[in-house]
């Protein structure tokens, strides 16, 4: 079935230590986003990709960093610098012009 | 600004009833999106309905519809017959510089602060 996969579920971080979290996707979908949920609130925009090797910061960019060397992988890296990480990850993905976008069902993610 | 707003933190509904999730927008950009998603306990995020700013008509998808009013600037979502199942967060998610249905405008949506619904048998 085509979706979008992220990994791990839960994550634990650990004082002055870089987690990545995965996201990839069999949609076939050009573009792929990188949202933040804390807890009660909505959702905000940390990095997208539009096409493979471009990405662009979202509204909440610092303390994270993407790469996208395949159209179906959009991996983020939680930076140290990120002081606080803990919160809910989704990964979504979309087909350019195309108003829906896709979710992935998201990691936790902790500091130890 | 808040560019998103829901005012409901918590909404409740008899099964089998209508219920309407309120959400308000501000944007001074005439081409938008607007977007309805629901998340379980799960934490996925499930697509409802949306809504473009020069369609005629309100969005409907099921058991869902959108109540567009442009002057007002509100986007509110209506559940009919609700089910237990529809118990959930939902929220309400503008996208600026949407074109008609179609255009070539990405993902960045601008997310309300969500209602949870809760549906009692």
């Known amino acids: 079935d085509g979706g979008i996969t992220q990994s791990p579920k839960y994550l634990f971080r650990k004082e002055g230590q870089n987690v990545t979290l995965s996201c990839e996707q069999n949609l076939n979908h050009d573009a792929m986003y990188w949202y933040r949920q804390d807890p009660g609130q909505g959702l905000r925009l940390i990095y997208y990709?539009?096409?493979?090797?471009?990405?662009q910061k979202g509204d909440i960019a610092e303390g994270y960093s993407v790469s996208r060397e395949k159209k179906e992988s959009f991996p983020l890296t939680v930076t140290s610098a990120q002081k606080n990480p803990t919160a809910f990850y989704l990964c979504a993905s979309s087909i350019t012009g195309i108003q829906k976008l896709f979710f992935g069902s998201g990691t936790q993610l902790s500091v130890l | 600004a808040q560019k998103i707003t829901q005012t409901q933190p918590g909404m409740f509904v008899q099964e089998k009833e209508a219920v309407t999730l309120d959400c308000t927008y501000d944007t001074s950009d005439p081409s938008y999106g607007l977007f309805w998603y629901k998340q379980p306990s799960s934490g996925e995020m499930i697509f409802l309905i949306y809504?473009?700013?020069?369609?005629?008509q309100n969005a409907t998808e099921g058991r869902y519809s959108l109540n567009f009013q442009k002057a007002r600037k509100s986007a509110n979502l209506v559940i009919s017959a609700s089910q237990l199942g529809d118990s959930a967060m939902y929220f309400c998610a503008m996208r600026e510089g949407d074109g008609n249905a179609g255009g070539t405008s990405y993902g960045k949506l601008t997310f309300g602060q969500g209602t949870i619904l809760t549906v009692h048998p």
């Open positions: 990709s539009q096409i493979v090797n471009d990405f």
């Open positions: 809504q473009g700013s020069y369609d005629q």
